[in-house]
């Protein structure tokens, strides 16, 4: 079952411009981890962010996570080509000790150059 | 360091056969965890392995199975395969179970005619 959601589906925007992309899931979580996917490839791991954090960032990455409405949101600052990909959030349930990731459906972004 | 590993990479098979797919996690690594992505149904969670024992099960039939090394590699294995088996099966690794990233693989595309 899907636990994370992300909106929008789709993303269509220009290189230079920001992108922000927003999921939101249903149970509490130890984690939430977004990853990127070029073209059915592997998953590449971009950042992960934890239950008791607020924001983060890495490079031109920014990750905000707000617990009490169960939501995230990835901005990509500057946009290039390159960062045409699907990505998607995952959450980790706090407790089991599992690594077990619930993955949304992915908001497919696209940068024309 | 290497990354996650999986062979083979591309594998097509017939319907009624049996396959095996094979993961290395990255080095160090001893949780790895399985994962199926299809168009319709997205990323589903296969099962986790920690220290040669399965941790937690997803809800797929017992045709799917897997088993981990004392190495830490894993290998997973699907009998009887239909149709609806095709997809993209994604390994992650991750150091320890629960709290930690996981990295990915660059997957195994099973097709099934």
């Known amino acids: 079952s899907q636990q994370g959601e992300e909106d929008p589906q789709a993303l269509s925007i220009q290189e230079g411009e920001n992108a922000t992309m927003n999921c939101s899931y249903k149970t509490s979580i130890n984690n939430l981890q977004w990853y990127r996917q070029n073209s059915g490839r592997g998953l590449v791991h971009l950042i992960l962010i934890r239950s008791n954090e607020r924001e983060k960032h890495s490079g031109r990455l920014r990750v905000t996570l707000d617990t009490s409405k169960k939501s995230s949101s990835l901005l990509i600052t500057a946009s290039r080509a390159a960062d045409t990909a699907s990505y998607f959030c995952a959450t980790a349930s706090p407790g089991s000790g599992y690594s077990t990731l619930t993955f949304g459906k992915g908001t497919m972004l696209l940068v024309s150059p | 360091k290497a990354g996650v590993t999986q062979t083979p990479r591309y594998l097509i098979k017939t319907r009624g056969q049996q396959v095996t797919l094979s993961c290395s996690p990255i080095?160090?690594?001893?949780?790895v965890s399985w994962y199926q992505q299809t168009p319709g149904q997205g990323l589903q969670f296969l099962f986790e392995y920690f220290s040669e024992t399965q941790r937690n099960k997803g809800n797929f039939p017992g045709r799917f199975s897997g088993r981990q090394f004392s190495n830490s590699r894993s290998e997973m294995n699907v009998s009887t395969l239909e149709l609806g088996d095709s997809a993209l099966y994604l390994c992650a690794s991750s150091l320890v179970p629960g709290t930690d990233t996981q990295y990915f693989g660059p997957g195994t595309r099973l097709t099934v005619l």
């Open positions: 080095s160090g690594h001893r949780s």
